[in-house]
């Protein structure tokens, strides 16, 4: 028997949201299905419609079978299944089902009125389905009523399995309906429908109501419950665990769901109106008990539909509050479900992932969203308007309505139609947007403008709607259109309740014989409408249900072609006889000025093309007699009136036509014009596809989109610069920005057309083949044709390069292949061969495919049934695979129609074919390695693989597999350069974010997935990160009673792929190890001598006072505590305990420590804390610090281990302090809390990894470790204390791996976690282990216990929450107690691996950290996590401060470079570039212009700059000035040049704008540039001429100062420093950086620090050229800052310490406080602040005085 595939779940997107069986597999023609018996097709009454008649005496002789052999599958992965059948009166039914599992587990599940009883086999579910519930056990089974009425049977497949088998869901295999019965049909989903819940009421409730496919019909005024049966089963009320309980399979009889006997379920169909559904009853025996227990039905709550309290203000949608428990869980499961439907109405990225369970990770579904689209228009280019508040334009392009920002280019998407738009309207307060499609027949939508989502979707009465208007309120609607006869209809429709849950109302209808090409709404009276057309204008009025009109008396103008009118607007918004003035356009150039009162022009103008004799542009234009311009559009405010016309101007005018106010020349005729609300912008639209307006204060024009005419027929990318190029049926050849979707070049072809396009993958090249045969090469510098070949003879289909780019490959609708050499840029031919490719194939991407390693070359040909992989290089022939013989079992001819390649390590070639498969081959033998059937309706003309082969990219028809938006066949798909995008072109180019997490971010356990927030949130390459992640939301203090909930905010992912750099020499890389749960300090490089001559932060009077510290310690373990009662909250930063308030974020620093601060302990009455760090340069001990809470001051300072201490703890009545050390030092030790005097102490033989306390017993503490429990018996006689041990094996059964992690539960309960991610539970009783599961993939390294809940938190970065009430009752049972009884309630996936947490009582919301320096605020209740704090990852490299000193920007080696709030030191913007490191950042300075133009340049690892605009948090600029990493980068004092250094020595000049590089230095080349400081200086005082004072300052002891006046490209050297090179340095094997800086208060003077003879600042006079002062150091200076505002000079060193030296008065004060290298400083432009780096931890100090 053939093995049937497992179905593919990246392939199964095609099964959303809902699959209508019957349909899909054409049960009415009975080829893929079978009946048997008497089975017939008959009408039914009550649904007034077709249904399956299935009936018979013996049920098994008579019914319907899908699919029609059983070594088929149907494949459907949906997890519900609804049945809509009836069954027969009196009579018997049979439905069985055959569900496949997950490990190919075929189970058969079968629901009938013949069963008695529930039975169960391990493949055979047996389920009695009794329709009508009574009280009695016995009359539950039998026949199906004589009142039967027809009922919705939902089956939850999932659960079933999980419940009653234990094993996970794969597919359901095959179905078999069996008399007697009526089967209206079957349908899968993922969804889980509510049929009873009308769309107003939907939009009330957090469900999903059933699609009106699948709903039953109720008449007006009656109930659905009155009418037909819902049964849901299994019931909401069983408690179904998220995955299968144990991993090895169990009998169904061993799985308990509770601690004692639970019963089986019966369903139990009831007509009860309730909350969801029926309740099913709960009936069958218990596995251990003899009789039967009958459960009572429990119907659910009513709920009430209208809420008094609304919760939609939530960031992640409506809250769910007021609803009971159990209601919350469904409501949620539900509004989860909902959001993942492919027409997104809003967006969460919430980060880290919430969930209640799955069998195994689950890809996000949508797995694609749209970000971006590169279109406009489609049907017309007439539909462009303005929001009332003018901040943004609304615009259609084909089937997706975009809402784009003018000020920030972000793009907002209204998604639902599935043809192209043809008309929009907006109501007056932004509350309604109205669009129809333009396909007959029209369906319109009615939309909620602020939150996207679909309010209304109906049919409109007319054939095609051309034109929409509402009112000034929204509350009617009209349109204009054609009937199907072709005759202009004129509908208004009662919009007003709509968004109250009403409908949308028809109030009139008229037919009219005259053209109407334009149609308004009058502002002034809701019932008055104009229009225009053919030689009339018309007044029209609503009155009584009826649409009545009138014409205007034109007189001589009658004849006249009117294109557009527009109501003269009120000034003020009074209405006034002015206001009842119409303007009317036409294509003879004329502008008729209406009386709307008496209906009679009053003034008729005439726009003429008049010129000067001889003159070759027009004057102004001037109204008379004369061959008119064409008006295409009009639009007025109260002060003027835009005209658009066919010959390519706008034009502005005041009302009285005088004279030309402004005009603007389009590249196109101009098809339409709106005036902003403010009158100060003017929109304007052309044929050609340009959208843009114009600003009539500055009488700028900004262009806002471009558009191809035509279809896209291919795409490629450029990975380097981040270019798209697209070629269209238009003739043009488009080159884009992908990070601002802006046009860059445009190349247009009059008589040959483009038809394919790749990027040549080193240099600024493109190549192009053309309909002729010809391919070009164009360079995108000079812009212009390189090279042109003209070897093929037909139209060129496939073009590509190989990924080294020395090869290129071309082939022809004649059959040709061409391979050209790229190696220099004067390409050429190397060989041409004929009737190779297939003939007449139609250009594609997927025509050829070059092999990653750039090896193979595969296409399809010779035929279309073949595929051929040839040698790239020699173009030898190495497979030829015939597509057409591959499925024997088929009698139709296959052929293949697009190829591509997998990764080089798989070595896979896919291949989609004309039967809608996609078959992957080994490339290098041909055979079938899998195959993928019925991936698309339609054959797939363009597919595509991700580099790490986990998502296959499949275009065909309008959708790319399932995502909606285009309006036309989709040509050309692929992904960007670094996967996390994706592009598809068809009528227009749209950018897809990829939202599962790529396979980098899966290798770390902790990353989360890649997320952006909000609409333009990012570039394609840097994720830029909006306020949703980072501003920190106010947590509310929790008490005990009732502890809140804190609201749901997005926010995005931190750290990127979350790849750990382990660069950083002061920041190495640790690897917790699921076995130890040690302290891993950071690596200091502290000399012994560091400490002297230092001192603390001063509390006052001293010259700087610590502000804030930014970070938290990953490090540490435990080192965070909080109380929910008090709410007391501190954690550590290094050597500094941080004690904050969680309302207004303020902070208290406790300094003192030596070390870095490995963990921390809270006593139980909150009011003594204790810190403990490992040992320091100058102490042999390691240091252990208790602080007084509510004083802040340190009582007691005990010197306990010689190691580092690992674990502190409280015993319960706060009498004794445990302390242990770490693996070197074993040493268990007991210190009294009255005097902190050492009670006793004892040595350990074997590391131990946790200790606690009993909070039971203060006498018993336990320790875990290599493969023991010890428990601890304290036994106290007088005033001294003994230590009695008991040591326990762990058994074999929990396995090999170390014990990492312990707390205790109920009494006598104790939870150990291991390394190995069990959970095992221990009797300290008895002293036994008698329960364990697995509870994680990694090590647990923390358990809390409250109540009955646990929680874990594992290296992998999980934390989850388990529902253990039942394991006590378990511990009567000993080692044969199953772990079935525990099951999770929830997951996390945070960050990094959890590390510490505090959690209330009842473990609803706590505080959890990660390894990754973040502090998550955690609720269960939500399911949700909140940045509390977060720091960089990495070394921070650079900080740098806003012109205006609102924010600081910082760069790290982990990507980010974050801007913060600088008076609350919040985080509200992220950049992060994935797998790159930032080392150098520069602020754009005051004078660039205004400050919403503010830009930051950022320079990383692989040579490249880039520009990101801090108020669109974007990135505009990506460019690469430099071919190693760079070091420093600074803005010209105007901001119009950015000067960089790197690492070899060269300094580029470039254009910030236009990212050009037009001047090198390399006068510092072979060693690193360190610094480079520009100032605003004259330079005749010099001797020199130039605008700007620049040095730069290189690691071997040189410094260059330039004087320079960029705008006329000059640029020269003032002088030329160089310092003597020390013998040796004390700065621990590495050179201390060379620094310099011009003073701020003397602009003649220059400081330097570097590696000298000794350890100085030296200041040295640019006038005298010498030397004038020297600055003692005690050490070699890592860092350097000079404020602005005072004399005093900030410094750094290795040695942990901050120098602050006042150069006017001589003296200097030093500071502690940092746990490393302080190897960054820098003073705010006021001086009032100073920001310290110390690797990853930054301190902001204020400086006093100022």
């Not at 047996?126 to 039967?148: C, H, K, M």
Request: glycine fraction near 8%.
């Amino acid at each position: 028997m053939r093995r049937e595939p497992r179905p593919a779940e990246a392939l199964t997107a095609w099964q959303h949201p809902f699959l209508n069986v019957f349909r899909h597999f054409r049960v009415d023609e009975w080829k893929r299905s079978a009946k048997q018996g008497d089975v017939a097709v008959v009408t039914d009454k009550t649904l007034k419609g077709a249904v399956y008649r299935i009936r018979g005496s013996v049920s098994a002789a008579n019914y319907i079978q899908l699919p029609k052999s059983s070594t088929q599958s149907l494949g459907l992965t949906g997890r519900y299944l609804y049945v809509l059948f009836r069954p027969l009166p009196s009579k018997h039914f049979v439905i069985h089902l055959d569900v496949s599992s997950k490990d190919n587990q075929v189970i058969r599940v079968s629901f009938s009125n013949l069963f008695k009883e529930f039975k169960s086999t391990a493949t055979w579910l047996q389920f009695p389905l009794v329709l009508e519930a009574r009280t009695p056990q016995r009359d539950l089974v039998g026949l199906a009523p004589s009142g039967a009425r027809w009922t919705c049977l939902q089956l939850d497949l999932q659960d079933v399995l999980l419940v009653y088998l234990n094993r996970c869901y794969g597919h359901l295999k095959s179905i078999r309906l069996c008399a007697s019965l009526l089967v209206r049909n079957l349908y899968t989903s993922d969804l889980c429908f509510e049929p009873a819940i009308s769309g107003a009421q939907w939009a009330k409730l957090p469900v999903t109501p059933m699609p009106r496919e699948m709903a039953f019909p109720v008449p007006k005024g009656e109930s659905w419950h009155d009418r037909y049966i819902h049964v849901r089963f299994p019931s909401e009320s069983l408690k179904v665990p998220s995955k299968p309980i144990e991993k090895s399979c169990s009998p169904p009889e061993a799985v308990l769901l509770g601690p004692g006997p639970q019963p089986l379920p019966c369903p139990v169909a009831s007509s009860k109106p309730v909350r969801f559904s029926v309740s099913p009853v709960v009936q069958t025996p218990s596995p251990t008990a003899s009789g039967r227990a009958a459960l009572a039905p429990r119907p659910f709550p009513e709920v009430s539909l209208s809420q008094e309290r609304s919760d939609a203000s939530n960031a992640d949608g409506p809250g769910f509050h007021s609803l009971e428990p159990w209601a919350q869980l469904e409501a949620s499961d539900i509004h989860t479900a909902a959001a993942g439907t492919h027409v997104l109405t809003h967006e969460s990225a919430e980060v880290p992932v919430a969930r209640t369970g799955s069998c195994e990770g689950f890809l996000p579904d949508p797995v694609l969203r749209l970000k971006g689209v590169i279109g406009f228009g489609g049907h017309g280019t007439r539909q462009a308007l303005w929001t009332p508040d003018g901040a943004a334009v609304v615009y259609p392009c084909h089937a997706v309505i975009v809402v784009l920002l003018v000020d920030t280019g972000e793009q907002r998407f209204f998604l639902g139609h599935t043809d192209k738009v043809s008309a929009l309207a907006l109501d007056g307060s932004s509350s309604l947007l109205a669009s129809a499609q333009a396909r007959a027949p029209s369906v319109m939508r009615l939309w909620d403008f602020q939150t996207g989502r679909c309010l209304c979707l109906f049919r409109s009465p007319m054939h095609v709607v051309c034109s929409l208007s509402f009112s000034d309120s929204g509350a009617l609607l009209c349109g204009v259109g054609k009937d199907h006869h072709g005759r202009t209809m004129v509908v208004a429709w009662g919009t007003g309740q709509v968004g109250l849950g009403g409908e949308v109302v028809v109030l009139a209808k008229a037919h009219t014989d005259f053209d109407v090409q334009a149609f308004r709404v009058t502002f002034f009276d809701e019932t008055r409408m104009a229009s225009c057309g053919q030689g009339s204008v018309r007044l029209w009025r609503l009155r009584g249900g009826v649409l009545r009109s009138c014409p205007v008396d034109l007189g001589e103008h009658h004849a006249l072609q009117f294109t557009d009118l527009a109501f003269k607007q009120a000034r003020d918004g009074c209405p006034e006889p002015s206001a009842a003035m119409l303007f009317v356009c036409s294509r003879s150039g004329h502008i008729l000025e209406i009386d709307c009162q008496r209906m009679v022009v009053r003034h008729a103008r005439r726009l003429l093309p008049t010129r000067t004799p001889g003159g070759p542009h027009p004057q102004k234009q001037t109204f008379s007699s004369g061959p008119g311009i064409a008006i295409s559009s009009l639009s007025v405010s109260p002060a003027m009136c835009a005209v658009g016309s066919e010959d390519g101007f706008l034009r502005l005018w005041p009302l009285d036509f005088s004279s030309v106010l402004l005009e603007a020349e389009h590249e196109g005729p101009v098809s339409s014009v709106c005036v902003s609300p403010d009158g100060l912008r003017v929109l304007s639209a052309t044929s050609s596809g340009h959208l843009g307006f114009l600003d009539t204060l500055s009488r700028v024009y900004h262009m806002l989109a471009r558009s191809h005419t035509a279809p896209v027929l291919a795409l490629a990318m450029e990975q380097r610069r981040g270019q798209l190029a697209t070629v269209s049926q238009d003739r043009t050849v488009r080159i884009w920005d992908l990070a601002t979707l802006q046009q860059l070049y445009d190349f247009t072809s009059s008589e040959d057309a483009p038809c394919a396009v790749t990027f040549h993958p080193t240099r600024p090249t493109f190549f192009c083949g053309f309909s002729s045969g010809a391919v070009r090469s164009f360079s995108l510098e000079a812009a212009e044709v390189l090279v042109e070949h003209t070897c093929h003879r037909g139209a060129v289909t496939g073009l590509t390069a190989t990924p080294d780019g020395r090869l290129l490959f071309s082939s022809c609708s004649q059959g040709s292949l061409a391979q050209y050499s790229c190696a220099d840029p004067q390409w050429h031919v190397l060989r041409v061969a004929a009737d190779m490719v297939c003939p007449d194939a139609p250009a594609s991407p997927s025509a050829l495919a070059v092999s990653r390693d750039g090896r193979l070359l595969a296409f399809v040909g010779p035929s279309r049934c073949t595929v051929t992989v040839m040698g790239s290089a020699s173009l030898d022939e190495l497979l030829r695979v015939d597509i057409g013989t591959l499925d024997l079992a088929s009698s139709r001819l296959d052929s293949a129609m697009a190829v591509c390649f997998g990764p080089a390590a798989l070595g896979h070639l896919l291949v989609s074919t004309s039967s809608n498969r996609v078959v992957v081959l080994d490339a290098v033998s041909g055979r079938i390695i899998r195959e993928l059937p019925g991936v698309h309706p339609e054959p797939c003309p363009s597919l595509t693989l991700s580099e790490d082969a986990r998502f296959l990219l499949i275009a065909a028809g309008r959708t790319i597999k399932v995502y909606i938006g285009h309006s036309e066949p989709v040509q050309a798909v692929a992904f960007s350069p670094d996967q996390q995008q994706v592009l598809s072109a068809g009528d227009a180019v749209f950018l897809w974010d990829v939202l599962a997490p790529t396979e980098s971010d899966q290798s770390f356990p902790g990353a989360p997935p890649a997320c952006k927030t909000g609409p333009g949130a990012g570039p394609l390459e840097d994720a830029a990160s909006r306020a949703s992640e980072l501003p920190r939301q106010q947590v509310p203090k929790p008490c005990q009673a009732s502890p809140p909930r804190l609201g749901v905010c997005a926010r995005p992912p931190e750290g990127g792929d979350g790849a750990r750099d382990t660069r950083n020499s002061g920041a190495p890389r640790t690897t917790y190890l699921a076995s130890c749960k040690a302290f891993t300090p950071a690596r200091v490089s502290c000399s012994p001598h560091s400490a002297k001559g230092t001192c603390p932060p001063p509390a006052s009077g001293g010259w700087l006072r610590l502000k804030a510290v930014v970070g938290y310690s990953g490090n540490g373990r435990a080192n965070m505590v909080w109380r929910p009662d008090t709410g007391f909250f501190a954690y550590t930063c290094g050597r500094l305990v941080v004690v904050e308030d969680l309302h207004s974020g303020a902070q208290q620093h406790w300094s003192g420590h030596s070390a870095e601060i490995s963990t921390l302990a809270l006593s139980h009455s909150a009011q003594v804390l204790a810190s403990a760090s490992g040992r320091s340069s100058t102490t042999a001990h390691c240091q252990i610090r208790v602080w007084d809470v509510s004083g802040g001051l340190c009582q007691h300072l005990i010197f306990p281990h010689s190691t580092t201490v690992l674990a502190l703890a409280f015993s319960p009545d706060d009498r004794l302090l445990v302390t242990l050390g770490d693996h070197d030092g074993r040493t268990l030790a007991l210190w009294g809390t009255a005097t902190y005097d050492l009670v006793s102490s004892t040595r350990l033989p074997e590391p131990v990894h946790g200790v606690a306390f009993n909070p039971w017993d203060a006498g018993e503490l336990t320790c875990v470790g290599q493969g023991t429990v010890t428990f601890w018996l304290l036994q106290q006689r007088g005033a001294d204390i003994s230590l009695q041990v008991r040591r326990e094996p762990v058994p074999e059964a929990v396995g090999a791996g170390e014990l990492t992690s312990l707390c205790y539960g109920a009494p006598p309960l104790l939870y150990c976690g291991t390394s190995s991610g069990q959970v095992c539970v221990w009797d300290t009783r008895a002293g036994r282990c008698f329960l364990s599961w697995e509870a994680d993939d990694g090590g647990i390294g923390l358990l809390l216990f409250s109540g009955s809940r646990l929680v874990s938190g594992s290296s992998t970065g999980r934390l989850r929450l388990w529902a253990v009430g039942a394991v006590s009752e378990l511990r009567c049972k000993g080692s044969g107690a199953r772990s079935s009884s525990v099951f999770m309630e929830h997951e996390l996936v945070l960050d990094g691996a959890v590390v510490s947490a505090s959690f209330d009582d009842s473990v609803d919301m706590g505080v959890v950290g990660t390894t990754a320096g973040t502090l998550w605020f955690v609720s269960w209740a939500e399911g949700t996590s909140t940045r509390l704090i977060s720091g960089h990852r990495s070394k921070v490299n650079e900080v740098v401060f806003s012109p205006g000193e609102s924010h600081c920007a910082t760069c790290s080696e982990d990507g980010s470079v974050r801007v913060w709030a600088l008076a609350s030191m919040e985080l509200v913007i992220q950049f992060q570039v994935l797998n790159q490191s930032c080392l150098c950042l520069a602020w754009s300075p005051p004078c660039c212009g205004r400050p919403e133009q503010q830009r930051l340049a950022a320079g990383y690892g692989d040579g490249s700059l880039r520009i990101f605009s801090v108020s669109r948090t974007a990135m505009e600029l990506k460019m690469h000035p430099h071919p190693v990493a760079l070091t420093t980068v600074a803005f010209s004092t105007d901001g119009q040049t950015v000067l960089s250094g790197d690492k070899d020595g060269l300094v580029a000049v470039s254009h910030p704008c236009t990212g050009t590089t037009f001047r090198v230095l390399s006068d510092h080349q072979g060693a690193p540039i360190s610094t480079i400081c520009v100032t605003c200086k004259e330079c005749e005082d010099l001797g020199v001429e130039g605008t700007d004072l620049w040095l730069a300052a290189s690691g071997d002891q040189r410094v260059s100062v330039w004087a320079s006046d960029w705008l006329r490209n000059h640029c020269e050297l003032v002088d030329w420093l160089s310092f003597p090179m020390p013998a040796t340095t004390e700065t621990q094997g590495h050179l201390p950086p060379s620094l310099a800086a011009f003073c701020p208060w003397d602009g003649a003077l220059l400081m330097y620090v570097g590696p000298g003879v000794y350890k100085e600042v030296i200041i040295y006079n640019l006038c005298q050229k010498q030397v004038v002062e020297k600055i003692p150091l005690p050490f070699f200076a890592m860092s350097l800052s000079l404020s602005p505002g005072t004399h005093l000079l900030a410094v750094g060193f290795a040695e942990c310490m901050l120098r602050l030296v006042d150069c006017a008065m001589g003296t200097a004060q030093d500071f502690a406080g940092h746990d490393n290298a302080v190897h960054l400083c820098r003073f705010t432009p006021s001086a009032r602040l100073l920001f310290t780096a110390a690797r990853n931890e930054i301190l902001v100090w204020e400086v006093p005085g100022l």
